[in-house]
C-alpha cells in the first residue's frame, strides 16, 4: 500500500510539472498516453508468454530467458515512451549523414561507464570469497550489472541527442560569440565573485520546520501501511529521512563552497558561446531551449559591469517522495563590444522559439 501512496504522489508530481511545462497539450498528452499504455501491455504479455514457454525449462534457461526478456522489454519501454512523449518542437534538427557528431556530452557518460567498471570489478573480486560475502556480492553484483545494462544505452542514447543537437547549433548558429583569454580570464573571476557572495538557500536552524509536514507524510504511511515491527520501519525511515535531509543541506548551501569548482570549470571551457535553434553552448555546457525537463523561463540583459545575458532555465526532477522538483538554473553569457545586432538577432529568433518565455534583451 505504502509503494502505491508513493506512486501516486510521483505521477501527481509530474503531471503537474509537465502541465507546467510550456511544451505540454492535451493531444500529444493523450497520445503519448495511450502509445505508453499499448506498449506497457505488450510487454507485459511477452512476459507471460515467455514465462509460459520455459515453464518445464531447467532454471537456468528460464533464468536467463526471463532476465534477456525483461531486460529487452525495460529498454524499449524506455524508449518508446520517452519517443512519444518528447514534442517534436524538442527533437533536433535532422543533419547530413556525412556531418561528424561532437562528442562533448557523451565523453561525460563515459565517468559512469568507469564508475560501473569498478563496482562490478569490486563485486567480482569479493564472489570470490566464500561464505555469505559470496552471495551478498553476487546479489549486489547482479543488481548492479542490471542496472548497467538498463541505464548505459539510455544515457548513450540521450547524450547523442544532444550531441546532435549540439553539432546543428555549432553548423548554423543564431550568433557566435569568441572572447580573448584575457576578457575569459575576467569574466570567470566575476561569475566566482558573484556565486561566492550567494547565500544559502537553506539552513538547517532556520528551515528545518519545513519538512515537518514530508516526513508526518513519509512517517504516517510506514507506519500505517508497511508490515513489520517498529524495529524495521526505524531501521528503514532512519536512512530515508536522512538522506532528504542531507540531500537539502548540501543542495542549499551557499555559493561560496562551489566556487572553487566553478572556477575551474570555466578556465577549463573553451572561451566562447554558440547560440542556435535548439540551445545554448557555453562555460562548456549544453542547454536547451525546450525540453521534457529543461526549458527557457526567462531572457535578460544584466545591466551590472561587464554587462551579460542572464538566460534562466527551469529544470524538472522527479522526487520518489513527493511533488516532483522545480530546480532553477541561471547561465551568465558576457556579451562583448558592440553586440546590439546579435542581440537585436537572439529576440528576434527566441521569441519566436520561446513564445511563453519572456525574452527582453534588445
Known amino acids: 500500500m505504502i509503494q502505491l501512496i508513493f506512486a501516486i504522489f510521483l505521477m501527481t508530481g509530474a503531471w503537474a510539472a509537465w502541465r507546467r511545462n510550456p511544451l505540454y497539450s492535451t493531444r500529444s498528452t493523450l497520445r503519448a498516453a495511450g502509445i505508453s499504455l499499448l506498449a506497457i501491455g505488450g510487454v507485459i504479455l511477452l512476459i507471460v508468454a515467455t514465462v509460459n514457454f520455459v515453464m518445464n525449462r531447467s532454471p537456468v534457461v528460464a533464468g536467463i530467458a526471463l532476465g534477456a526478456v525483461i531486460i529487452f522489454g525495460t529498454l524499449a519501454l524506455i524508449f518508446i515512451i520517452t519517443a512519444v512523449s518528447t514534442p517534436k518542437e524538442s527533437k533536433p534538427a535532422a543533419l547530413p549523414h556525412s556531418v561528424k557528431l561532437v562528442t562533448n556530452n557523451r565523453r561525460k557518460m563515459y565517468v559512469w561507464v568507469k564508475v560501473f567498471a ?20 553476487l546479489t549486489i553484483g547482479g543488481m548492479t550489472l542490471f542496472l548497467a545494462v538498463i541505464l548505459m544505452p539510455v544515457l548513450y542514447w540521450t547524450s547523442r541527442t544532444a550531441d546532435k543537437s549540439l553539432t546543428e547549433t555549432e553548423l548554423n548558429p543564431w550568433v557566435h560569440w ?13 561569475q566566482v565573485e558573484r556565486l561566492s557572495a550567494t547565500p544559502p538557500g537553506f539552513v538547517l536552524q532556520r528551515d528545518w520546520h519545513r519538512f515537518l509536514f514530508p516526513f508526518a507524510i513519509i512517517i504516517g504511511g510506514v507506519a500505517f501501511f508497511v508490515p513489520g515491527g517498529w524495529l524495521f520501519k526505524v531501521l528503514y525511515l532512519t536512512p530515508v529521512c536522512g538522506a532528504i535531509l542531507a540531500i537539502a543541506v548540501l543542495s542549499g548551501r551557499g555559493g561560496a563552497s562551489h566556487a572553487a569548482k566553478l572556477h575551474a570549470k570555466l578556465m577549463q571551457a573553451s572561451p566562447e558561446a554558440w547560440f542556435g535553434r535548439d540551445g ?19 531572457a535578460t540583459i544584466d545591466e551590472r559591469q561587464p554587462r551579460s545575458l542572464l538566460l534562466n532555465f527551469e529544470r524538472s526532477v522527479p522526487n520518489p517522495y513527493g511533488p516532483t522538483q522545480i530546480i532553477p538554473i541561471h547561465q551568465a553569457v558576457l556579451i562583448p563590444a558592440n553586440a546590439e545586432a546579435d542581440l537585436a538577432r537572439l529576440q528576434q529568433e527566441l521569441t519566436a522559439r520561446c513564445p511563453k518565455a519572456q525574452v527582453a534583451v534588445a
Open 118 to 137: 569498478i563496482l562490478l570489478g569490486i563485486f567480482a573480486l569479493l564472489a570470490l570469497v566464500p561464505g555469505a560475502t559470496r552471495i551478498i556480492a
Open 280 to 298: 545554448i553552448f557555453c562555460d562548456g555546457v549544453f542547454t536547451q531551449w525546450l525540453n521534457v525537463s529543461v526549458y527557457l523561463v526567462s
Open 178 to 190: 569568441i572572447y580573448t583569454p584575457d576578457q575569459w580570464a575576467q569574466w570567470s573571476n566575476v
